[in-house]
Antibody, heavy 112, light 113 residues
């Protein structure tokens, strides 16, 4: 069945770089799009970006200078990299397939 | 960016009650080429990931109970729960996928009366 699972460091220091991995199973990254969405504690959802099945990417313009999404199709993994992290980047980071199948999310805390 | 405005922000309900919540977009989400509204609804329970309920404004995702009804077109959309069940207590978000960045509303929280 379709599954997505996010992984990465739970704690990142301010000004450092965040690297997250979304490992998928039950489908091919060359057939489906994968989105990243984040949610600050107790707040709403923010769409971050997408890697399309063809490999192209689109980003939230507010995050674009800091954000990169890539993939390794052979490993069924999608990567999110975001630099210059600040405390307001603290939250749960989710990957999802075409908004229908979501991972459990990974909590990221930006703190020294 | 397209701004999504959801009302009310919270609503107290009783089991069996009919509930409606609104989502308005700052520009039309109707794509004239295919006559589809690029609007989705999600349910999020505490400690859980969002769950897709409705897409194309009115199409229920597979497995979603038929008490969840999406309606509307253009800039005004509604999610109706025909008879609220205890398991429906959650936060409901609308999202547009007409333009980048895809944007969400702030959510409507359903609470027990």
């Amino acid at each position: 069945q379709v599954q997505l699972k996010e992984s990465g460091p739970g704690l990142v220091q301010p000004s450092q770089t965040l690297s997250l991995t979304c490992t998928v199973s039950g489908f091919s990254l060359t057939s489906y799009n994968v989105h990243w969405v984040r949610q600050p504690p107790g707040k709403g959802l923010e769409w971050m970006g997408v890697i399309w099945s063809g490999g192209n990417t689109d980003y939230n313009s507010a995050l674009k200078p800091r954000l990169s999404i890539s993939r390794d199709t052979s490993k069924s993994q999608v990567f999110l990299t975001m630099n210059s992290l600040q405390t307001e980047d603290t939250g749960i980071y989710y990957c999802n397939r075409n908004q229908a199948y979501w991972g459990q999310g990974v909590m990221v805390t930006v703190s020294s | 960016d397209i701004v999504m405005t959801q009302t009310p922000s919270s609503q107290a309900v009783s089991a069996g009650e009919k509930v409606t919540m609104s989502c308005k977009s700052s520009q039309s989400l109707l794509y004239n080429e295919n006559k589809k509204n690029y609007l989705a609804w999600y349910q999020q329970k505490p400690g859980q990931s969002p769950k897709l309920l409705i897409y194309w404004a009115s199409t229920r995702e597979s497995g979603v109970p038929d008490r969840f009804i999406g309606s509307g077109s253009g800039t005004d959309f509604t999610l109706t729960i025909s008879s609220v069940q205890a398991e429906d207590l959650a936060v409901y978000y609308c999202q547009q996928y007409y333009n980048f960045p895809y944007t969400f509303g702030a959510g409507t929280k359903l609470e027990l009366k």
